[in-house]
């Protein structure tokens, strides 16, 4: 492990002296991709070096106690216990952040929120299930836009997609795939019933032009009047976008423009992104038919999460996690549920590497 941490440091040396370097400087692209690789590594050679030195203060603590003076050996034998911790607890840290990296973990998002079982119960949810991944993303610092919407009849909404962007946040929203259930008592029940709705959400890495190769010859493109409140050329210019991608079939729509140009643009990047996600779900079925019997298949219909309401309760079913405050979960304070996911998945990709499994990357 020492040796390929050395390797990984040399690495993080040469990157921090190309970021001043004329020629990258003067690349705009070169210095995004060297500035993005040295961030990636940074966390892992600030844990090695911290690593490194208590080794160090290690083996001088351990030389104290066996020929040191008197004062010496009684500081070795306070000082020793906590240190061994420390090492541990590196060590631990090391393994995960050595653990094979999901390729899609600094990319952005597109988000899709859809109404299901439940009627206008479901919209409703729907609706607040979206606030609260927007008021995440906006502690997160994220930039958030909702690119199609279609409202529910009685207030909440049918669907919505929306696009993510910022830092490593695939990373994050990748756990929030798959059906959320709430159970309360709807504003229309009259005799206090508890109803049961879902919602399904879809978090899906943003492709980029190199991830996905689309021939425009398989693509029509309908225009027609935005919809929906707000905005001067709504209902007035044909401004939203309709992609039909022949081949496969799908259906992207765009309207958050009031360019027809940008909208086009928007409808292009849903398009490779669900294009790129039918590709990763492929490979991912071939690469992991092993390990959906140990930790679940991650597929979108399975339900992962459950909010009830009358019990002020969250529980997430693929790591048996259960917390209480719904009122600040739903203001966006998911970061803990989130934080839990990955660390449980880390420590099953974990458990893989060291325990004589498959190997996986970590991520559901």
Same mark, same amino acid.
């Given at each position: 492990?020492?040796?390929?941490?050395?390797?990984?440091?040399?690495?993080?040396?040469?990157?921090?002296?190309?970021?001043?370097?004329?020629?990258?400087?003067?690349?705009?692209?070169?210095?995004?991709?060297?500035?993005?690789?040295?961030a990636?590594?940074?966390?892992?050679v600030?844990?090695?070096?911290?690593?490194?030195?208590?080794?160090?203060?290690?083996?001088?603590?351990?030389?104290?106690? /066996?020929?040191?003076?008197?004062?010496?050996?009684?500081?070795a034998r306070?000082?020793?216990p906590?240190?061994?911790?420390?090492?541990?607890?590196?060590?631990q840290?090391?393994?995960?952040?050595?653990?094979?990296?999901?390729?899609?973990?600094?990319?952005?998002?597109?988000?899709e929120?859809?109404?299901?079982?439940?009627g206008?119960? @479901?919209?409703?949810?729907?609706?607040?299930?979206?606030?609260?991944?927007?008021?995440?993303?906006?502690?997160?610092?994220?930039?958030? /836009?909702?690119?199609?919407?279609?409202?529910?009849?009685?207030?909440?909404?049918?669907?919505?997609?929306?696009?993510?962007?910022?830092?490593?946040v695939f990373?994050?929203?990748?756990?929030?795939?798959g059906?959320?259930?709430?159970?309360?008592?709807?504003?229309?029940?009259?005799?206090?019933?508890?109803?049961?709705?879902?919602?399904?959400?879809?978090?899906?890495?943003?492709?980029?032009?190199?991830?996905?190769?689309?021939?425009? @010859?398989?693509?029509e493109?309908?225009?027609?009047?935005?919809?929906?409140?707000?905005?001067?050329?709504?209902?007035?210019?044909?401004?939203?976008?309709?992609?039909?991608?022949?081949?496969?079939?799908?259906?992207?729509?765009?309207?958050?423009?009031?360019?027809?140009?940008?909208?086009?643009?928007?409808?292009?990047?849903?398009?490779?992104?669900?294009?790129?996600e039918?590709?990763?779900?492929?490979?991912?079925?071939?690469?992991?038919?092993?390990?959906?019997?140990?930790?679940?298949?991650? /597929?979108?219909?399975?339900?992962?999460?459950?909010?009830?309401?009358?019990?002020?309760?969250?529980?997430d079913?693929r790591?048996s996690?259960?917390?209480?405050n719904?009122?600040?979960?739903?203001?966006?304070?998911?970061e /803990?549920?989130?934080?839990?996911?990955?660390t449980?998945?880390?420590?099953?990709?974990?458990?893989q590497?060291?325990?004589g499994?498959?190997?996986?990357s970590?991520?559901?």
């Amino acid at each position: 492990m020492i040796d390929k941490l050395e390797e990984v440091e040399r690495r993080f040396e040469r990157l921090t002296a190309d970021l001043s370097n004329p020629e990258v400087l003067a690349d705009s692209a070169k210095l995004q991709k060297v500035s993005k690789e040295r961030a990636a590594l940074e966390k892992l050679v600030e844990t090695f070096r911290t690593y490194r030195k208590v080794l160090g203060d290690l083996r001088e603590v351990e030389a104290w106690l /066996d020929g040191g003076d008197a004062d010496e050996k009684a500081y070795a034998r306070e000082t020793l216990p906590g240190l061994k911790q420390q090492r541990e607890e590196l060590e631990q840290s090391l393994k995960v952040l050595l653990l094979p990296k999901d390729p899609n973990d600094e990319k952005d998002v597109i988000l899709e929120i859809r109404a299901g079982a439940g009627g206008d119960e @479901a919209g409703l949810f729907a609706e607040e299930v979206m606030q609260m991944y927007l008021r995440y993303a906006a502690q997160q610092g994220w930039k958030a /836009d909702i690119v199609d919407m279609s409202p529910g009849s009685v207030g909440g909404v049918k669907d919505v997609t929306i696009t993510l962007s910022g830092s490593a946040v695939f990373s994050n929203m990748k756990y929030e795939s798959g059906v959320h259930r709430v159970q309360r008592v709807p504003a229309t029940e009259t005799q206090g019933r508890i109803h049961t709705s879902t919602i399904t959400v879809s978090v899906m890495p943003e492709a980029e032009d190199v991830d996905v190769q689309i021939n425009p @010859a398989d693509i029509e493109m309908q225009v027609m009047r935005s919809t929906g409140s707000g905005g001067q050329s709504v209902n007035t210019t044909d401004s939203a976008v309709r992609l039909i991608h022949k081949p496969s079939g799908i259906v992207v729509k765009c309207q958050q423009e009031k360019s027809q140009t940008k909208n086009r643009t928007q409808a292009m990047r849903m398009l490779r992104t669900k294009l790129y996600e039918i590709e990763q779900e492929r490979i991912r079925s071939e690469r992991d038919s092993m390990r959906r019997g140990q930790v679940g298949t991650g /597929d979108r219909s399975e339900k992962i999460r459950t909010y009830n309401f009358p019990q002020d309760r969250l529980t997430d079913h693929r790591i048996s996690l259960t917390v209480h405050n719904l009122p600040g979960i739903m203001a966006g304070g998911i970061e /803990d549920v989130i934080t839990a996911c990955r660390t449980h998945y880390q420590a099953e990709a974990l458990k893989q590497q060291t325990g004589g499994g498959q190997p996986r990357s970590e991520g559901p």
